[in-house]
């Protein structure tokens, strides 16, 4: 069984950081790739940022690019989302999402819909 579940979300001040992880189970890690989402209230998820964890390839929202960086540990099977300089519009909740790489037309940038494992979330606040 695929099992998701992030961690780290919580309160911040704008600017500060927080680290999201996401710890998978249940398939072979080296085959997928894993995208972080957000949702904000009466928004549409978005794509924040995605790891090929075949080849280590990385993508980001212009949104947060230069302030994220996304990681992967594959023999812990964890993904990790380093989140610099944070800022009151990245208030939302976070989800971790994977998909066998060769299912996805493409990597980014990343639909929602292609993906078919989810996590529960985790909710990030940031305070002005």
């Given at each position: 069984?695929?099992?998701?579940?992030?961690s780290?979300g919580?309160?911040v001040?704008?600017?500060?950081?927080?680290?999201?992880?996401?710890?998978a189970?249940?398939f072979t890690?080296?085959d997928y790739a894993?995208g972080w989402f957000?949702?904000a209230?009466?928004?549409?998820?978005?794509?924040v940022?995605?790891i090929?964890?075949s080849?280590g390839?990385?993508?980001?929202a212009?949104?947060?690019?230069g302030?994220?960086?996304?990681?992967?540990d594959?023999a812990?099977n964890t993904v990790?989302?380093?989140?610099?300089?944070?800022k009151?519009?990245?208030?939302a909740?976070y989800y971790?999402?994977?998909?066998?790489v060769?299912?996805?037309?493409?990597?980014?940038p990343?639909t929602?819909?292609?993906?078919?494992?989810?996590?529960q979330?985790?909710?990030?606040t940031?305070?002005?």
């Open positions: 069984e695929v099992q998701l579940v992030e780290g919580g309160l001040q704008a600017g500060g950081s927080l680290r999201l992880s996401c710890a189970s249940g890690f080296d894993i957000r949702q209230p009466g928004k549409e998820r978005e794509g940022s995605c090929s964890s080849d390839s990385t993508y980001y212009d949104s947060v690019k302030r994220f960086t996304i990681s992967s594959n812990k990790y989302l380093q989140m610099n300089s944070l009151p519009e990245d208030t909740v971790c999402a994977a998909e066998t060769l299912l996805l037309l493409r990597l980014w990343a929602p819909k292609d993906y078919d494992y989810w996590g979330g985790t909710q990030v940031v305070s002005s």
